[in-house]
């Protein structure tokens, strides 16, 4: 541990780094109550953190992110700084969300899904925007989100679709690109996280 705010009753194992001192003014890390963070986790300093706060083996939280409540960080789950997740939120092991990056309630993010925020890595001149994901989201497995998207409250972007336009509210998208779909009725009802 390096500079780290500790909520009652967190569980912090060896090997776990809270408060990474990514330069000389970094501020601690924040963590709620009864927090669960697992061997090889580093959370950078200037992150606030709800509690209930439980973590794979290996995930990474980087500066100037606030997390809301009961979310979980799957193993090897990366959340680049300057982002925004609420509570209830579940990422699955290898998600990737990138720098500016707005994540609502109630989401589920599934294993290897990457969203993205720049449109021309290394070639064209960008400011990053990472996608918005509003209140009961899934984003299934391997699904790719790019920069800028808006995906709607209550949407359903389907296992390895690639989503290159904001998703409306309720809406499936599955494909690559992705297409809209209405949502299935057993689809509805958002997400019980």
Known sequence: MTDADLGRGADIDEGATIGYPYSEDAGPAVIGANARIRAGTIVYGDTKIGADFVTGHDGLVREHTTIGEAVAVGTKTVIDGRSEIGSNVSFQTGAYVPTHTTIGSHVFIGPRAVLTNDMHPVRVEYDPAGPV?????????????????????????????????????????????????????????????
């Open 133 to 193: 994901l509003d209140d009961h989201v899934t984003i299934g497995a391997n699904a790719t989100v790019l920069p800028g998207i808006t995906v709607g409250e209550g949407s359903f972007v389907a296992a390895g679709a690639v989503v290159t336009d904001d998703v409306p509210p309720e809406t499936l998208a599955i494909g690559a690109p992705a297409t809209h779909r209405p949502l299935p009725e057993e689809l509805r009802g958002g997400n019980d996280l």
